[in-house]
């Protein structure tokens, strides 16, 4: 009964069950450990399992590892469907001085660093293209982010991502020029905006 009870509950949270969700079902992390042991679950991180027949999300198992990591830049524009581009590796961005696991894993995570105020500006959830809950920075936020550091992401990725949002109707200018002002970038951003526009 445990078995069915463990699998059930991980089939309908997307394939995930952490030892704290477990704890709540008065199953014991042994009993989890177990599982694995035989093969039900997999262990995909620290207090996390995944249901033999689901596959890992990779933007959420980030942020579960790394809970203050938001996804911007690059990653940002293609979960926002601003880019078509599949990033190689999953762009973070965290408060200065923050710590993780995550960062020794440079072929996988890429981060940038912000004071606390600028890290928290434009945090939105959105849903992973896996089902899961996902934090991740607005679209005004990410195009900032994007143009601030384009020669790192590439002139045409940015480019384009800035023509989507302009023909997009999930946009709102007014707030990307807020940004812009936060970031001292105002008028690059009106400059791209116009060429744009032009397109």
Known sequence: MLKEEVLSYA???KGMISTQEAKELNISPKSLQRLAQEGELERVARGLYLHKDFFA??????QYRSPKAIYSHSTALYLHGLSDENPERLTMTVPSGWNSALLEEEDLYKFYYYKKEIWEI??????????HTIVVYNKERSLCDSILKIDEIGR????????????????????????????????????????????
């Open 122 to 131: 434009g945090q939105e959830e959105l849903t992973s293209p896996y089902g």
């Open 156 to 199: 045409d990725i940015v480019t384009k991502a800035i023509i989507a949002y302009i023909r997009s109707d999930a946009k709102d200018v007014a707030k990307l020029y807020h940004y812009a002002e936060k970031f001292k970038i105002k008028e690059k951003v009106r400059i791209y905006l116009e060429v744009s526009y032009e397109v």
């Open 11 to 13: 089939a309908g949270n």
């Open 57 to 62: 999300d990779p933007f959420y198992l980030a």
